[in-house]
């Protein structure tokens, strides 16, 4: 994969990559298109669909999330992890931020602990683990939960919560059914901060990133 295949769509991010970060986001992608053809970690396949789909769908949350996560060293939760998306990109991108992958199928969690070593990224954590069974020992642990293409808006800020500090913030990465979802949510627990489209470079796709607080606090 080129470097101009690459910044075709990142360049116009204005996210400033390094030539190292290109190069750590190319050897991410090279290796789940290795691991794909056995283990199949995404339904999505092909070079130029990778890089626009996943790789470039990731990173498109980072100025968003820049702006709300003020502290120099958040922790982050992302949840339904699968192949490592968005939480892989964003910690290349961001080094000085914590995020712990939380995935229950554990040939998935291989893939993520491979690609933990191969990047040498020591900023992450895998945790082969349904998310109901972290939130007993992590309870308020997070400064944020994020997600993408993991389940329904209502049912990810329920498994959210409890990871949670109380000033906590969910990502949540959606598509044009945002709306819809967003009707299922009881506005009495959850406040809507933010609603901000993204835009995928040279892909005609509909996508949004919903920023959400809660309303309640986790009982004592």
Same mark, same amino acid.
């Given at each position: 994969?080129?470097?101009?295949?690459?910044?075709?769509?990142?360049?116009?991010?204005?996210?400033?990559?390094?030539?190292?970060?290109?190069?750590?986001?190319?050897?991410?992608? $090279?290796?789940?298109?290795?691991?794909?053809?056995?283990?199949?970690?995404?339904?999505?396949?092909?070079?130029?669909?990778?890089?626009?789909?996943?790789?470039?769908?990731?990173?498109?949350?980072?100025?968003?999330?820049? $702006?709300?996560?003020?502290?120099?060293?958040?922790?982050?939760?992302?949840?339904?992890?699968?192949?490592?998306?968005?939480?892989?990109?964003?910690?290349?991108?961001?080094?000085?931020?914590?995020l712990t992958l939380i995935e229950a199928i554990r040939k998935k969690t291989a893939f993520l602990q491979h690609v933990?070593?191969?990047?040498?990224?020591?900023?992450? $954590?895998?945790?082969?683990?349904?998310?109901?069974?972290?939130?007993?020992? $992590?309870?308020?642990?997070?400064?944020?939960?994020?997600?993408?293409?993991?389940?329904?808006?209502?049912?990810?800020?329920?498994?959210?919560?409890?990871?949670?500090?109380?000033?906590?913030?969910?990502?949540?990465?959606?598509?044009?059914?945002?709306?819809?979802?967003?009707?299922?949510?009881?506005?009495?627990?959850?406040?809507?901060?933010?609603?901000?489209?993204?835009?995928?470079?040279?892909?005609?796709?509909?996508?949004?990133?919903?920023?959400?607080?809660?309303?309640?606090?986790?009982?004592?």
């Amino acid at each position: 994969m080129s470097n101009d295949l690459v910044s075709l769509g990142i360049e116009e991010l204005g996210l400033n990559l390094s030539p190292a970060n290109i190069g750590d986001l190319e050897l991410f992608l $090279q290796e789940m298109g290795r691991w794909n053809r056995v283990h199949n970690l995404t339904a999505i396949e092909g070079e130029k669909n990778s890089v626009r789909l996943h790789l470039i769908d990731s990173i498109t949350v980072l100025p968003i999330m820049r $702006q709300f996560l003020t502290l120099k060293n958040p922790k982050i939760a992302d949840l339904g992890s699968g192949g490592g998306l968005p939480a892989i990109p964003i910690a290349i991108l961001q080094p000085e931020w914590h995020l712990t992958l939380i995935e229950a199928i554990r040939k998935k969690t291989a893939f993520l602990q491979h690609v933990r070593g191969k990047l040498g990224l020591q900023n992450i $954590q895998v945790m082969t683990e349904r998310a109901e069974v972290v939130a007993q020992s $992590q309870a308020g642990r997070f400064d944020a939960v994020i997600s993408r293409a993991f389940t329904n808006l209502a049912h990810f800020l329920e498994l959210s919560f409890p990871l949670l500090k109380s000033d906590g913030l969910v990502f949540a990465m959606k598509s044009k059914r945002a709306d819809e979802e967003l009707r299922d949510v009881c506005m009495d627990d959850w406040r809507l901060v933010a609603d901000e489209p993204l835009r995928i470079p040279n892909l005609e796709v509909d996508r949004r990133l919903l920023v959400l607080s809660p309303m309640r606090k986790l009982p004592l």
